[in-house]
């Protein structure tokens, strides 16, 4: 017999089975479900289970990759050292642009020669200062080249501080380890610490959604200055299309979004 | 516990519940997302500080000053210098890519040697010490046997330190033989020294000239200093300076020009002389000027008056007696008339008579070293070093006269004439040239008949290159001891191009060498040192910045600063004092250069039964055509009715277009008494019929894919035609062909 | 009202003056990042911002006549404020008008390539991505931090250098000024013209130079009320913020180019 004929025979059995269990329905039903209900849920609690897991604590720990920074650095040894606060090093310059984290040329003022016995001193000292390298520290909060952002329009013109997109890193001992999105390439610090995107505070994330949040709290009195996410643009102008004048739209410098223009943060 | 399909079903459903309420999907979908919008392989620019260096673009001679916007050491973008006096804030489309040149892929990265046979394209990399000894150990060998007036060196230009640098040691080493790459400069500078008596360049007053009658210059196809004069350009239509341009084809010129005049190609001294009749005749010369100033002007008046009047000058040069009357009266007429020459970028230096009948036109209206004229400009003197100890074998090589026949009894008020060089050395009727040094050149590509000058060159057995790129000169080499690029190095850039004052331009380091390069200054330095003797005497410097920074004295402090020095204004000379001549006056007809009869047009090559129709060059500022081509962006510039794939478009009148059954965009081949070439056919109204134009600056066989294989040199279809007097290249055209193909 | 404050970011470009050098086609390209590929004869492939015409009035020898045409980004208005041909087409929202400074923005990042506002742009003054951009080996050192390189897939075009808007701004902040002086933000094609050709600044501000050079008609969309000042295909409405001077006739009638025999289309009522 061949292969053929034994799989049309198997196919001819279920469908017997089928007539029979199709003539007596109720009867049926009822066994199976006593016999395998328990199994049948427990197994659906398995799965469930695992995949929360594989979910929420496996998956982040393949997505991202840990990578530690070059040297340690503790900012509150040098914050005590300098006078301006963050802004003695991470300076703006003349032409408004920021610094950003500071060059070998910054620090070289006073560790031209090791201060204090830390291995991290030395190790700076001996692989960068002396031989002229920069450091290629990895930056958390490094945002996407699509993103404009303006330092000097934040902190010299709406006077916000430091802490609130970058947290309290200030008072930090040491660097904490550098978390890359594998696909993205990005830091975890912009896309968030929780993996289910929860957020506390304000530095928790800096995604587009997060500077919207708080052009729309903290600016709600001030024109043309809110941000939405393209997304939920796209919903409002969806919306103005189908039911004109509904969108709970506001008054911003694109006509298009009625929100600020793109380009104010995309470049 | 037997897992059978429900249970099965069952775990995949809650796995799927699991995974709808755990981050998973969601996370990878947005992450997804934002990798297609950020692909690793779109690069990004890293960020920095932003900083400005201020320093002289050297692409060309147009002497601009440049202003590099760096991001931390990474230059990003070239800007013209704001308040430069050649320039002012703008910048032409070749020097505003000068970073392709930088960072490009046609840089030579380090010394080569060559391995395989000459212009294989097979180097091995040598150091610095091994290639600067190789070239002491051949140059010490020629100079042994006696034979030192067999190098030869052929610079882009005789000033500045490095090209006088070259001088100096091939002075002391002892031969005679620095070529000048030749230019409408060359033509100019004849006519200043026979007509006034002055070794001086010329500069005009264009910004305060109020009629320009041009014979064919390409005001704003790149003649001159090429920023310069768009912005006189402009400054015309501000004040209402008229622009008469008189050339065969409708250039951007005579487009832009108040009246275009189309010209038999070749007869524009004719119309110079027709247009001298005129003023002559009505009397609306400048008496003054002539009685006083000038000397012989009875013998060249009559010669006009006799043979150019203007019926007869209408014949030859096809237009007509009522519009070269009407010329003559409206430019004698001007407040500041300005009669210019040299045609399209004055790559050619074209015929001396031409040259001076031009001239003649501009003393006739007594505008010579006056305000809105032409100026007789003295090169600055700030190049002063100690006299030269030369031994005798240095003596001897001098004496044996230049090869390329420059000062010789045939020619001998030219100074450089390297048009004859390739006829001399293929012929070897003088001497061999034993070794050759380029610098500032590529005369595989620039000279006119490329197979003439390629088989020159495989006639010399040592070929150095001092290029920072692969030029076709390069890939022909034996030995490439690359520059620095032009923002690598510092230079001083001399006066450019028919500035009727003085600058000088500093070229400074605006990156860090990106290559094992090494300055050309430097390197002649460690060779004269490597030769000893009185050779290593005369270069007492440790470095180039040293001997340039000595040079420059005071003035190194203020162009640093600056990036340039600028000389007080135009020196107004009073006419008594301009003209060193025997007479001591302007000579209308210089008995240097024989009876007035000798006046007559060029011949070009060929004959006019096998090649009906003329084939005429055009230039256009978008095709780089002297020591560098076009960049990639310059390259994208072009138009594709000049360049379709890998074809060079001729511009055809639909006329002649016609009588040869040639429509638009179709092959055909043209063929010259020098060389072939396939080619597209443009129609093109703006051009007189039977002649066929084609762009220069292209046909490169060296530099990048963007540039290298596309379209034809126009210098492997036309050889070089011998003025009589100057023994310049004279050529207009060539006789020219045209089948399909 | 709102709209008082705002600015209206346009150029004038003279024609008269204008030499066809292409300088600005280049400094834009060194500006923008704008990549380049070995053959860039194909024009309709070839990405150029800035990108100059030659026109003739088709006049046969002697008589022809050629005028060259730089034609950036006309950044329209639209009939109604704001509504850009290209604008009001794109699915995704990756381009939109800005009444701050009247330019048109367009987002890479955004734009998924349809490619519907280069079919709805009449002056062919979008660029589409057919290849990633390549850079030969070591090349990318020039490229600017303040222009994104644009990845295969998607529309570019003139931006009027809106990045030098926003660096003018973050310098007169660190100033202390909210305001802008007319020489701070200039595009990088009208820096770079050697002739002097173009001029850029505010169109609602009477004491810049393009405001005085064209002095446009506010009520009716800025239409120039120098009788040599005209924009392109005025016709069509798009009410572009790009203007051109010509003192020759023939030139300013192939700047509104129409057929001969077609109808001028009556006026429809303005919005104004």
Not at chain 1, 49 to 78: M, T
Not at chain 2, 146 to 152: D, L, V
Request: net charge neutral.
């Amino acid at each position: 017999m061949s292969a053929l004929d034994n799989n049309a025979k198997e196919i001819a059995k279920d469908a017997g089975d089928e007539g029979v269990t199709t003539s007596s329905p109720e009867i049926n039903q009822k066994e199976q479900d006593n016999r395998s209900a328990g199994p049948v849920i427990l197994f659906f609690i398995f799965g469930l289970f695992a995949s929360l897991i594989l979910g929420w604590i496996i998956f982040p720990k393949l997505l991202y990759s840990k990578k530690k920074q070059p040297i340690d650095f503790n900012h509150v040894l040098h914050v005590a050292e300098v006078e301006d606060g963050c802004e003695s090093c991470h300076f703006f310059r003349e032409d408004g642009t920021y610094s950003g984290v500071p060059k070998l040329e910054q620090c070289i003022d006073c560790h031209e020669e090791i201060q204090g016995d830390s291995p991290d001193e030395i190790k700076f000292v001996e692989e960068y200062v002396s031989k002229g390298r920069e450091v290629p520290w990895l930056i958390y909060s490094r945002q996407p080249d699509c993103v404009f952002f303006s330092h000097a329009a934040h902190v010299k013109v709406a006077g916000m501080d430091c802490v609130t997109c970058h947290g309290h890193i200030g008072e930090s001992e040491s660097l904490k380890i550098y978390e890359e999105n594998r696909i993205t390439g990005y830091s975890r610090d912009i896309w968030g610490k929780s993996i289910g995107g929860f957020k506390k505070n304000t530095w928790d994330r800096m995604k587009m959604d997060d500077c919207a949040e708080c052009h729309q709290e903290k600016t709600a009195n001030i024109e043309r200055t809110d941000v939405k996410t393209p997304t939920n643009r796209l919903i409002d102008h969806l919306i103005d299309v189908v039911y004109p004048g509904t969108s709970k739209s506001g008054k911003g410098s694109s006509i298009q979004t009625e929100r600020d223009a793109c380009f104010v943060c995309h470049k | 516990m037997k897992i059978d399909r429900r249970s099965f079903l069952s775990f995949l459903i809650g796995g799927a519940a699991g995974t709808t309420l755990s981050p998973l999907t969601w996370k990878l979908m947005d992450d997804s997302a934002i990798w297609t919008q950020m692909w690793p392989w779109t690069p990004v620019p890293e960020d920095g500080e932003a900083s400005y260096v201020n320093s002289a673009c050297s692409l060309c001679s147009g002497g601009c000053g440049i202003t590099v916007r760096k991001i931390d050491d990474r230059a990003v973008k070239i800007e013209g210098m704001k308040e430069h006096p050649v320039n002012n804030g703008g910048l032409c489309l070749l020097g505003l890519s000068g970073l392709q040149l930088l960072y490009g892929p046609t840089r030579v990265r380090t010394p080569l040697k060559r391995v395989g046979k000459r212009g294989q394209g097979r180097w091995e990399k040598i150091s610095w010490k091994d290639a600067v000894s190789e070239v002491s150990e051949t140059l010490g060998e020629l100079r042994e046997k006696g034979q030192s007036h067999t190098a030869g060196i052929i610079s882009g230009s005789d000033r500045g330190t490095v090209p006088r640098l070259f001088d100096r040691f091939l002075t002391v080493y002892g031969s005679p033989n620095l070529m000048r790459t030749s230019s409408i400069i060359d033509s100019y500078e004849l006519t200043l020294h026979l007509m006034q008596g002055v070794q001086a360049l010329p500069g005009f007053d264009f910004e305060n000239a109020d009629f320009i009658l041009s014979f064919g210059s390409g005001i704003i196809d790149g003649w001159g200093s090429p920023v310069r004069m768009f912005r006189a350009n402009s400054t015309w239509c501000n004040t209402g300076g008229k622009v008469i341009q008189i050339e065969p084809r409708l250039s951007n010129t005579a487009a832009k020009s108040d009246k275009w005049i189309p010209i038999n190609p070749g007869t524009e001294a004719s119309l110079a002389l027709g247009i001298a009749h005129v003023i002559i005749k009505e009397s609306l010369y400048d008496a003054g000027f002539i009685n006083y100033y000038s000397e012989g002007f009875e013998d060249w008046k009559r010669f006009v008056l006799d043979e150019y009047g203007p019926d007869s000058v209408a014949t030859v040069t096809g237009i007509d007696s009522t519009t070269i009357i009407a010329l003559a009266r409206s430019f004698a007429r001007a407040s500041k008339p300005l009669a210019i020459c040299g045609r399209g970028q004055g790559t050619t230096p074209g015929s001396l008579n031409e040259c001076t009948a031009v001239h003649a036109l501009n003393a006739l209206v007594g505008n010579i070293n006056k305000k809105g004229g032409i100026f007789a400009v003295a090169e600055p003197d700030y190049i002063n070093w100690p006299e030269i100890e030369m031994d005798d074998s240095a003596a001897a090589g001098m004496q044996k006269g230049r090869l390329d026949g420059a000062g010789s009894k045939k020619y001998p008020f030219s100074r450089h004439l390297l048009n004859r060089l390739p006829q001399a050395v293929n012929s070897g009727e003088k001497y061999p040239l034993k070794a050759l040094f380029v610098a500032g050149a590529n005369p595989l590509y620039t000279m006119s008949d490329s197979k003439a000058v390629k088989k020159a060159f495989d006639k010399v057995p040592f070929v150095v290159s001092f290029s920072s790129y692969m030029d076709e000169t390069a890939q022909n080499a034996d030995l490439i001891l690359p520059n620095h690029a032009y923002l690598e190095r510092y230079e001083d850039i001399p006066t450019p191009a028919g500035m009727p004052k003085p600058v000088i331009g500093l070229s400074r380091p605006v990156v860090e060498p990106q290559f094992n390069t090494k300055h050309t200054g430097d390197v002649i330095i460690l060779l004269a040192k490597a030769m000893g003797g009185n050779i290593a005497d005369a270069f007492a410097w440790n470095s180039y910045d040293e001997c340039l920074k000595e040079t420059l004295g005071y003035k190194w402090r203020v162009m640093v600063e600056k990036g340039f020095w600028s000389y007080p204004d135009i020196f107004v000379q009073t006419h008594e004092k301009s003209f060193d001549t025997v007479s001591g006056k302007f000579e209308f007809a210089p008995k240097e250069t024989g009876s007035l009869k000798q006046f007559k047009p060029v011949n070009i090559e060929g004959d006019k039964t096998n090649y009906p129709l003329l084939l005429i060059p055009y230039d256009s500022i978008r095709l780089a055509n002297g020591v560098v081509g076009d960049p990639p962006f310059v390259m994208k510039s072009v138009d594709d009715t000049v360049l379709k794939g890998t074809d060079v478009f001729i511009e055809l009148n639909p006329k002649t277009a016609g009588e040869h059954g040639l429509r638009e965009g179709q092959l055909a081949m043209l063929s010259t008494p020098v060389g072939k070439a396939r080619v597209k056919v443009h129609l093109f109204d703006g051009i007189m019929p039977g002649l066929v134009a084609l762009p220069r600056g292209l046909g490169h066989t060296a530099f990048d894919d963007y540039l290298a294989g596309k379209g034809i040199n126009f210098n492997e279809l036309i050889g070089p035609v011998e003025d009589s007097v100057s023994g310049l290249d004279a050529a207009w055209g060539i006789r020219v062909k045209l089948a399909k193909a | 009202m709102k709209h008082k404050k705002a600015k209206k970011y346009g150029m004038v470009i003279d024609l008269d003056k204008c030499t066809g050098c292409g300088s600005c086609m280049v400094a834009c390209m060194a500006e923008n990042n704008v990549p380049f590929r070995k053959d860039e004869s194909d024009k309709l492939l070839s990405i150029t911002w800035m990108r100059i015409y030659k026109l003739t009035n088709g006049k046969p020898f002697p008589n022809i006549d050629i005028c060259y045409l730089p034609r950036p980004c006309m950044h329209c208005e639209g009939q109604h404020e704001g509504h850009s041909p290209c604008v009001t087409v794109c699915p995704a929202i990756a381009t939109d008008y800005s009444i701050e400074t009247g330019i048109v923005s367009q987002i890479y990042t955004r734009c998924f390539g349809c490619r519907y506002c280069m079919a709805s742009c009449p002056y062919h003054a979008r660029y589409f991505n057919w290849w990633d951009p390549v850079w030969p080996d070591g090349m990318e050192k020039y490229l600017s931090p303040n222009v994104s390189p644009r990845m295969r897939g998607v529309v570019e075009k003139c931006s009027f250098c809106f990045h030098r808007y926003q660096m003018a701004k973050e310098k007169a902040f660190m100033e202390g000024r909210r305001e802008l002086k007319e020489d701070e933000y200039q595009t990088a094609c009208t820096q770079a013209c050697p002739a002097g050709a173009i001029t850029f600044g505010d169109l609602n501000n009477p004491n810049h130079a393009v405001h005085r050079m064209v002095k446009p008609d506010l009520k009716h969309h800025g239409r120039p009320t120098n009788p040599n000042a005209f924009r392109l295909l005025e016709r069509l409405g798009t009410n572009p913020k790009v203007y051109y001077l010509s003192s020759r006739e023939w030139v300013r009638r192939a700047g509104d180019n129409y057929l001969e025999k077609e109808v001028k289309l009556k006026k429809t009522v303005h919005h104004g």
